[in-house]
C-alpha cells in the first residue's frame, strides 16, 4: 500500500500547517478496515505516535499535541488529514501517514514540517 503524504513545509513558531494523506487505488475499496495514522520522525529521535484516527472516527492524540493538532479522515474521498496549530520548534520532524489493520501496516514516504523563526 503507497500512501502519499502532502502540505508540510516552513512556518514561524505560532503558526499552522495541514498535512494530508492520500490512500491508493488499491484499497478504496477497504479504506474503513484500516485504522490510520500521523506519526513523526525528528532528527536523532525514534518515531513516534501523533495522533490515530478509527473508520469510525475515533480519535488518540500524544500528550504533546492534545489541544493543537486535529485529524481527521474522510472515508469517502479516501484521504485523512492533519490540522497543526500553534507549531513550535520541537514539532519539527517528518510527518508519516499510516494505515494499519491486522494484515497490513503500510506507511508513507513523509513529509518534512520545520517550524523555525
Known amino acids: 500500500v503507497q500512501l502519499v503524504e502532502s502540505g508540510g513545509g516552513s512556518v514561524q513558531p505560532g503558526g499552522s500547517l495541514r498535512l494530508s494523506c492520500a490512500a491508493p487505488r488499491t484499497i478504496f475499496s477497504v479504506f474503513t478496515t484500516y485504522t490510520m495514522a500521523w506519526y513523526r520522525q525528528a532528527p536523532g529521535k525514534q518515531r513516534e505516535l501523533v495522533a490515530s484516527i478509527t473508520s469510525g472516527g475515533s480519535t488518540n492524540y500524544a500528550d504533546f499535541v492534545k489541544g493543537r493538532f486535529t485529524i481527521s479522515r474522510n472515508n469517502s474521498r479516501k484521504v485523512i488529514k492533519l490540522q497543526m496549530n500553534s507549531l513550535n520548534p520541537e514539532d519539527t520532524a517528518v510527518y508519516y501517514c499510516?494505515?494499519?489493520?491486522?494484515?497490513?501496516?503500510?506507511w508513507g514516504e513523509g513529509t518534512q514540517v520545520i517550524v523555525s523563526s
Open positions: 499510516n494505515a494499519r489493520r491486522s494484515d497490513d501496516d503500510s
